[in-house]
């Protein structure tokens, strides 16, 4: 099964993206999961969180947030922002922990968010996989993982600005859970040209890029899915 969700050319900047690149994080190991806004501590509650779902969690707990190819933070009155732990270098905002902001309503993130990165778009097929292949992959000595269990396994073909691949190189969604969504966020089926994949990454290629001003790449990973 083949599917795919590209623009006719990519572009540097674009304010609606064609997909995204999901990473997760675990709010119950402590490290990633507070900010301050002048004299309040927001702190999400412990748990396993998709990239875009630090928006929704921190909005509940009062501190509006968007996603929209950057994060943006608001609070009531014009405060600092201090990154506590490392949440607001996962969304963006600052570089370091600890680092603080300038006084402001609105905080804006400057980069991409390494857990939440925008797509031009993707390319994604099914890949047959059985014992013998697996052990092939092995003995050729391929970086690739093992699968076990009722899974599907995904060739996907990421296309991304550079920005995009800056955010990607911080490595937390290069390994580990992650989601791929384009177009919709439904599971992805035969009736859609979109839809959305989430599993575990098996492998990643080196970068694609596009031109020699490397203003976009090619990135190839491979997923392992679980069946429902």
């Known amino acids: 099964m083949d599917s795919h969700f590209l623009p006719q050319r990519p572009v540097k900047s674009f304010a609606t993206q064609a997909g995204w690149l999901y990473g997760w994080v675990d709010t119950s190991v402590p490290g990633h ?9 927001y702190t999400i509650p412990s748990g396993y969180y998709r ?4 928006a929704t969690e921190l909005t509940a707990l009062g501190a509006t947030t968007t996603l929209d190819a950057r994060f943006e933070v608001e609070a009531p009155g014009s405060n600092t922002l201090t990154s506590t732990d490392r949440l607001a270098v996962l969304m963006g905002l600052t570089t370091r ?4 902001l300038a ?36 003995r050729q000595r391929r970086v690739s993982g093992y699968c076990w269990g009722a899974v599907r396994v995904w060739d996907v073909e990421l296309l991304m600005p550079t920005e995009s691949f800056e955010a990607f190189q911080f490595g937390w969604c290069s390994k580990g859970k992650v989601t791929i969504v384009c177009a919709t ?7 859609q040209t979109g839809g959305r994949i989430e599993g575990t990454v098996l492998s ?10 490397e203003t976009g790449c090619i990135v190839r990973m491979r997923i392992a899915e679980a069946t429902p």
Not at 51 to 54: F, K, R, V
């Open 33 to 41: 999961r507070a900010i301050a806004i002048g004299a309040t501590v």
């Open 51 to 54: 990239g875009d779902e630090i």
């Open 97 to 100: 922990a600890g680092q603080q």
């Open 103 to 138: 006084s402001a309503v609105k905080h804006a993130a400057e980069v991409y968010s390494p857990v939440a990165i925008p797509l031009h778009g993707a390319i994604w097929t099914q890949v047959t996989v059985d014992v013998d292949d697996v052990h092939a992959m092995s």
């Open 185 to 191: 966020d439904a599971p992805m089926s035969s009736s």
């Open 204 to 213: 990643v290629s080196r970068p694609e890029w596009l031109s020699e001003g």
